[in-house]
């Protein structure tokens, strides 16, 4: 299974954040799950629509699916926040 990943500009501009070696691990975290749907992934309680996070040590990446019905849907970047930012 591989999904297409879009990043939002307001994620673009979030992941030029962490260091290179962080941006590396946070950038291979998304291809996971991009490819294989692995990860640590938890759904976002009392959102709607509903939307998922993605953890990376201290960086938390909010996500959505588009088509999640389908193998080829879309992985949506929203977000890429440090763990105390990203809940508010």
């Known amino acids: 299974m591989s999904r297409n990943v879009v990043w939002t500009r307001p994620a673009l501009k979030d992941v030029e954040r962490p260091d290179r070696s962080e941006r590396e691990r946070i950038n291979s975290a ?7 749907d692995s990860g640590d992934v938890k759904r976002l309680v009392n959102v709607h629509p509903p939307r ?3 953890r990376v040590g201290r960086w938390r990446i909010i996500f959505t699916l588009e088509h999640p019905q389908h193998q080829s849907g ?15």
């Open 74 to 88: 879309v992985l949506v970047i929203l977000r890429v926040l440090q763990r105390d930012k990203a809940y508010r």
């Open 52 to 54: 998922y996070r993605l």
């Open 30 to 36: 998304i291809d996971d799950l991009a490819e294989t």
